[in-house]
């Protein structure tokens, strides 16, 4: 896990480990299940296979994934949140939230609702 970065703004610290273009949507697929790539690739479709990959690297980098390679053929492999990654949870989960409201609500509110 990267512990060395420096944060001057509390925000900064879960954005930076989760602000990847497709990072929040895997750890949100993960938090309920283990998944394999392929299952992966289906959940986060827009995604390619390298960036995929990518993403899953500096999750495993950071410490939020696990990655578990079994012998066999064709390798499987396996990807869960760590418990790092679980304390991600909460924000995960209000991020859910906010965009089922946005959705529900026809992505108008920002146009409809200024500050």
């Not at 970065?5 to 925000?11: D, M, S």
């Not at 578990?68 to 304390?87: C, H, I, N, Q, W």
Request: net charge positive; charged share 25%; hydrophobic share 35%.
């Amino acid at each position: 896990m990267n512990r060395e970065k420096i944060f001057n703004c509390p925000v900064e610290a879960p954005i930076s480990f989760i602000g990847g273009k497709y990072k929040a949507i895997i750890l949100h697929h993960l938090t309920n299940h283990t998944l394999r790539f392929n299952e992966l690739q289906k959940l986060v479709s827009k995604a390619t296979p390298k960036m995929l990959t990518q993403q899953l690297r500096e999750l495993e980098r950071d410490g939020l994934i696990s990655r578990k390679v079994y012998p066999v053929v064709p390798p499987k492999t396996e990807y869960a949140l760590t418990d790092f990654g679980r304390s991600l949870t909460p924000i995960l989960k209000a991020l859910c939230d906010w965009g089922t409201i946005y959705i529900e609500n026809d992505c108008t509110w920002i146009a409809t609702n200024p500050s």
